[in-house]
């Protein structure tokens, strides 16, 4: 089945710093989207992108759609000890199905 | 408006038994789905229904049922339990977009239920 990957697996960052994480595909896709994933809870969805090349912002976070829509990329800038969690991206499956990376797990160092 | 609730949030079973997970929405939202969580791997599709009535299976069917009798609810059903079901399991919904449309519309996370099979 279709498969995605997430970079880097995992990261410790000190508070304050930028992070970048992103997502690749074998597939072209026409959504992406970004979740977050606190302890204990459900995926949260931070970002959706639409369209090829597309640049979105919430808040601290950036994301794009890269250009050959096989790739997206997330950017926060200004860590804070809430950012910890991990992060995944989700690309359309089949019909309304999304298939998701296996996540980057994100820790934050004060 | 709760979104997506799951029920319940922990639950302990041993190898064999059956039970039900119950998922709920109050957003209108004509397809739901269920995953499974396991460590490093992400979030695997069990099984998904479009709408009241039809359902299909995902990346994961085996050894789950599922039916959907109203728009709003979607359980899933373990018949015989194995440790191998040992997972978390989120149920997930998202609005029908348009036939024809471009995108496909996000779907909407409940907090989970936390199965252990012993």
């Known amino acids: 089945g279709q498969q995605l990957n997430q970079s880097p697996q995992s990261m410790f960052i000190q508070e304050g710093e930028d992070v970048s994480m992103n997502c690749t595909s074998s597939?072209?896709?026409?959504?992406w989207l970004w979740y977050k994933q606190d302890p204990g809870e459900g995926p949260v969805l931070l970002i959706a992108?639409?369209?090829?090349?597309e640049l979105t912002s919430n808040g601290r976070l950036t994301a794009q759609f890269g250009i050959t829509r096989k790739d997206s990329f997330l950017n926060i800038s200004a860590s804070i000890p809430s950012d910890v969690g991990i992060y995944f991206c989700a690309g359309p499956n089949y019909g309304q199905n999304f298939v998701f990376g296996p996540g980057t797990r994100l820790s934050v160092l004060p | 408006n709760a979104g997506v609730t799951q029920t319940p949030k922990f639950q302990v079973l041993k190898t064999g038994q059956s039970m039900t997970l119950q998922c709920a929405q109050d957003?209108?939202?004509?397809?739901m789905s269920w995953y499974r969580q396991d460590p490093g791997m992400g979030l695997r599709l069990i099984h998904y229904s479009v709408g009241a009535g039809i359902t299909d299976q995902g990346e994961v069917p085996n050894g789950y049922n599922v039916s959907r009798s109203t728009t709003e609810d979607f359980p899933l059903r373990l018949l015989s339990a194995a440790p191998s079901q040992t997972s978390v399991y989120f149920c997930?919904?998202?609005?029908?977009?348009?036939?024809?449309?471009?995108?496909?519309?996000?779907?909407?996370f409940g907090n989970g239920t936390r199965l252990t099979v012993t």
């Open positions: 957003m209108n939202h004509e397809y």
């Open positions: 997930a919904s998202s609005y029908t977009t348009g036939t024809g449309e471009a995108y496909n519309s996000p779907l909407h």
């Open positions: 597939s072209i896709f026409n959504t």
């Open positions: 992108l639409y369209k090829a090349g």
